[in-house]
């Protein structure tokens, strides 16, 4: 039985991203990650225990926990203060462009690593390259046009260094497209199989069923702390530029948009109090479930643009339009990889995170977006 809650914990901990190589806060996560697995342990030893008591002792499993808990969060504070602040990774750029040089410096921190910025000069002195490197420790060299001058690549080649491109190195290290790249490809997108579908309007169909003891709870709160309908309907783009109604709980005033459609700011004074705690958790979208069930959305893909935005982002931003190739989900990579923005440069940097799904969509990828999507309602949740 402890096999079961050991690979609970493992599902866990990736959902909270316990195990990613993005610094960032660690304690919070453990703690809510442990705490999730403690209680779903109990429910399941106390499940097994109706019908083989001697096979789910209650007692060890808090034992476990105790002395688990208090070893992981130790070991783990030993890791993030000397191992791993000691081996932070050396990244070295080459290139003219500063634009560029800027954006992986704020990607690359975000990771824990340190960039180094050298100009194409120094082929100049390939010596003092060298030195460069084997005084830095590098392990990674991003390099544009120096890919075509054959004596640099010989000098690397004796470290055994990995050397990407800018667009490379988005698309394998950071698993976002570079947009900027000369050489953007996307490879065939792959149609919806029938398989897809009926998994995902299944999963959807059990989500409503699971979840409508919330729903019904957040439709009466809605309706009681604010006059107008519990569901707005909104207009968006989905596959193909097809036009839809997509279902979502209100979280605004009536009329909120009388004047015109505008992207929702943050402390929004059109946002009702309830609408606050729902739209951080993002529980406003769930009746898009009901847009599954009538096909016009999947569980993973891009967020639907509403057509007032849609075509002003698509003259502002190249290859917005790609994100129509399929159909717009209730939950996408993008949403679990960027926070909630209201601005061309935040559509653009979702874009990136979409065009990656695209080209990398697969069962194993919308399962760890599903998995992931936990963490953030519940790190949602307990901000309010």
Known sequence: MFLIVFFLCLFTFYAFGLYE?????????????????????????????????????????????GLFSIMFICLRTVAEKYLLANNQEKI?????????????????????????????????????????????????????????????????AEFKIELLRPETFFEKKLR????????????????????KEIVERSMALMLIIVSSPILLFIAVAIKLSSPGPMIFR????????????????????????KNGPIWAQENDPRITSIGKLIRRTHLDETPQLLNILKREMNLVGPRPERPEFTKSLEEKIKFFHLRQLIKPGLTGWAQINYPYGASIQDAKNKLEYDLYYLKHRSFFLDLVILIKTIRFFFFNLARQ
């Open 176 to 195: 976002k497209i570079y947009l900027d790249s000369p050489t953007f490809e996307l490879s065939q997108i792959k149609k919806d199989s029938f398989t």
């Open 92 to 156: 070295l750029l080459l290139t003219n462009n500063k634009e560029l040089s800027e954006k992986l410096k704020q990607e690359v921190e975000s990771l824990g690593a340190e960039i180094l910025w050298l100009t194409e000069d120094f082929s100049k002195d390939l010596d003092l390259f060298q030195k460069t490197i084997e005084d830095e420790k590098i392990k990674i060299i991003i390099a544009d046009s120096l890919f075509q001058e054959e004596k640099i690549y010989k000098r690397i």
């Open 234 to 257: 909104q207009k968006r783009i989905g596959a193909k530029g097809e036009i839809f109604e997509a279902l979502k709980f209100r979280t605004m005033v009536k009329d909120a948009e």
């Open 21 to 65: 190589a993005k610094k960032s806060d660690w304690l919070f996560p453990s703690l809510t990650a442990l705490g999730l697995n403690f209680i779903g342990s109990i429910a399941f030893f106390y499940f097994i225990s109706r019908y083989s008591p001697t096979i789910a002792p209650k007692g060890s499993l808090i034992l476990f926990f």
